[in-house]
Nanobody, 121 residues
Framework: QVQLVESGGGLVQPGGSLRLSCAAS????????MGWYRQAPGKQRELVAG???????NYADSVKGRFTISRDNAKNTVYLQMNSLKPEDTAVYYC???????????????WGQGTQVTVSS
């Protein structure tokens, strides 16, 4: 069994910064892609940023230049540094990981429980 646990959400003023963390634990052989998604009220869940095990990254256009995704493979942890936050960044942020529990098994998508980010004055 694998668990992804997010932390670091909260309330921040426009222009402020937050850093989200997501630690994976359990029966893990390797994690390929890790990513952050978000879902605002009344909207579909969307990809914010993703990172492969080798460090290749991709970002939603709306966060390019403001958010930075990184990971620590030794700790099975992914981070999201969010700067210059805007009210439209308000959402529940979810961590995702493509986890291989054994080299002979296919990867399985796991999700964290979500952490609320609210940008408001």
């Amino acid at each position: 069994q694998v668990q992804l646990v997010e932390s670091g959400g909260g309330l921040v003023q426009p222009g402020g910064s937050l850093r989200l963390s997501c630690a994976a634990s359990g029966s893990i052989f390797s994690i390929y892609t890790m990513g952050w998604y978000r879902q605002a009220p009344g909207k579909q869940r969307e990809l914010v940023a993703g990172i492969t095990r080798s460090g290749s990254t991709n970002y939603a256009d709306s966060v390019k230049g403001r958010f930075t995704i990184s990971r620590d493979n030794a700790k099975n942890t992914v981070y999201l540094q969010m700067n210059s936050l805007k009210p439209e960044d308000t959402a529940v942020y979810y961590c995702n990981g493509a986890v291989y529990e054994d080299e002979s098994l296919p990867g399985v998508d796991y999700w964290g429980q979500g952490t609320q980010v609210t940008v408001s004055s």
